[in-house]
């Protein structure tokens, strides 16, 4: 059962330039969390917001969360290169697990 | 650092043989779980498990079983192998064991190509 959606699938931005993602799920949730993973890798833990907040940072991070809304999305500010990655969002429903949606292929030029 | 190792990059097995897929994880986490990634589809969850000796199925276990003789070790079972299993398979592994606010520590996946 697939929870959450990214938006848009793929993005090409420029190296200095903010990119951002969107994430919608359907169901409520205990807290929201978003992945990176680089090629062929395993998923890395950026952040992860509970439903009870509304915005978070983590250094170029920040990540909205609006529950009436059921979307999240992540902004990452001043882009590098090395933040080339696919982005995930992971909804935990209250005891379903996490759920991934397809993921964001972020592709940032130099 | 959380250390998720998956006991191989890449696996190329024939149709029917028996896989075992191994991952173990060094910080003593109860929850341990296996994802399968496809294109277009993200991960899809296999199966899981929160203690020792116990195993819960996810959202697609046909095929496939596990095995969680210890805490550390979680191994997934591909009891006949079939082409439509050929994929990325990822393990992870979280803290507690019904806190869903703890995050997934994954391994570098595992690509089984079935042939």
Not at chain 1, 14 to 42: D, F, V
């Amino acid at each position: 059962s697939q929870q959450g959606e990214e938006d848009p699938q793929a993005l090409s931005i420029q190296e200095g330039e903010n990119a951002t993602m969107n994430c919608s799920y359907k169901t409520s949730i205990n807290n929201l969390q978003w992945y990176r993973q680089n090629s062929g890798r395993g998923l890395v833990h950026l952040i992860l917001i509970r439903s009870n907040e509304r915005e978070k940072h983590s250094g170029r991070l920040r990540v909205t969360l609006d529950t009436s809304k059921k979307s999240s999305s992540l902004l990452i500010t001043a882009s590098r290169a090395a933040d080339t990655a696919s982005y995930f969002c992971a909804t935990d429903n209250y005891g379903q697990n996490f759920v991934f949606g397809p993921g964001t292929r972020l592709s940032v030029l130099p | 650092d959380v250390k998720v190792t998956q006991s191989s990059r890449y696996l190329v097995k024939r149709t029917g043989e028996k896989v075992f897929l191994e991952c173990v994880q060094d910080m003593d986490h109860e929850n341990m779980f296996w994802y399968r990634q496809d294109p277009g589809l993200g991960l899809r969850l296999i199966y899981f498990s929160y203690d020792v000796k116990m195993k819960e199925k996810g959202d697609i276990p046909e095929g496939y079983s596990v095995s969680r003789e210890k805490k550390e070790r979680f191994s997934l079972i591909l009891e006949s192998a079939s082409t439509n299993q050929t994929s990325m398979y990822l393990c992870a592994s979280s803290l507690f064991g019904r806190d869903y606010n703890s995050p997934l520590h994954f391994g570098n996946g595992t690509r089984l190509t079935v042939t």
